[in-house]
């Protein structure tokens, strides 16, 4: 593995954890939105990472050091989630309530989306740490022959 291969995993990381950022301010953003353009409430979004592949000629010149350490991190997938459940709060007054009174908010928790944009935060900083320590070990390297 090269210290550009190197560079390029933990800026997907970074790139991937500023996507999630971005998805959960979004999921914040919309905690009391009971209608979008279709004229449903706003779902909770979640993303699907999964480990990025090599090209097949980088895989076959790497060979198998860099099957072995990986390629870095992508989003493959933002999706809606479906398996946590809408809340349903009692307010025949509002103009989205049904005919019971009840009106459907989002699935979006506050406080677990402030969890998972500190989780977020933290692995964002990890990466940055790994990417200064690699730029510093290649800096390092260039001063050997002073």
Do not use: C, W
């Amino acid at each position: 593995m090269s210290v550009i291969d190197a560079m390029n995993i933990s800026a997907s990381g970074m790139t991937a954890q500023r996507l999630r950022m971005d998805i959960i301010s979004q999921n914040i953003a919309n905690v009391n939105t009971t209608r979008d353009e279709n004229g449903n409430p706003y779902r909770r979004k979640i993303l699907v990472f999964e480990e990025r592949q090599q090209t097949p000629f980088a895989q076959i010149l790497g060979g198998k050091i860099s099957q072995a350490a990986g390629s870095g991190v992508k989003v493959t997938e933002i999706k809606e989630d479906t398996k946590t459940a809408m809340n349903k709060v009692y307010d025949p007054s509002h103009p989205d309530a049904d005919e019971n009174g009840y009106v459907t908010y989002p699935n979006v928790n506050t406080v677990t989306e402030m969890a998972n944009m500190i989780d977020a935060s933290r692995a964002y900083e990890a990466n940055v740490t790994a990417f200064n320590s690699i730029k510093s070990m290649a800096l390092k390297g260039l001063e050997v022959g002073k």
